[in-house]
């Protein structure tokens, strides 16, 4: 898309959806039409055809902390809400932040959430997580698998940290797209994306970028049959 001038901005992911609606701006890594935002964030977007597709979040675990979640792990995946009531368990998320639709509600109305550690700040929040559990005033925070496969590539540690996928995301998957601002602009720009992504898509660079960070380990089939049946049958 040549058409276009590029720029890359960083900004805290909160704060995300209020500034690309404040000017003729992009996300690039917004849900699918807007599946998990409450409806006052994602009113004023537009939505591009889906780019990419990934698991929900999990646990960030230090390894220490295997035995004390191991009560509440059935079948590969952590009982969220019963792990909350324990609160000899020290958690973390981010307030404002934008999860899945599931742990939004949880996050907005369980009482074991007054027991986790809330974060806020600037870009670098998710490898300071990863601080405090190695200082241990952390046993796991809530984010994705990407978050981990990231930190273990750019630092080395691999083993130090356990992934856990959350028994209220069983069965689910998510859909990723590009959010511009509702403008004349912004409408033009998702039209002009749509139009590219059915080639784009196909190309094995493309794919091989979304498994290499959104796949987990042990799940090829999975994806790659959900790649196919769900992301490529969505053109807008």
Sequence with gaps: MTQYRHQRKQVINV??????????ACFAAAPYKGVDLPADRREGLVFSAPTFLFFYHG??????????????????????RALLSDKNIKGGFQPGRVYSRWLNEIFATDE???????WSGNIQLTQSMFKLMD?????????????????????GNRGTYNFYPLQE?????GLGGIACHDTPVGRQLIADINA???????????????SRWLMPPGQSEQYWKLWQDELLARSD
């Design 169 to 173: 995301h069983k069965g689910q998957f």
């Design 135 to 155: 200082a241990g005033r952390l046993d796991y925070f809530v984010d994705y698998y990407l978050l981990l496969r990231f930190h273990e590539l750019s630092e």
């Design 15 to 24: 704060r995300t959806y209020s500034i690309i609606k404040s000017r003729d």
């Design 112 to 118: 074991g959430v007054e027991n986790m550690f809330r």
């Design 196 to 210: 590219v992504l059915d080639t784009v898509r196909r190309l094995p660079e493309f794919r091989e970028t979304n």
């Design 59 to 80: 646990l960030i675990a230090h390894k220490r902390a295997a035995e004390s979640i191991k009560p509440y792990l059935f079948n590969g995946l952590v009982n969220f």
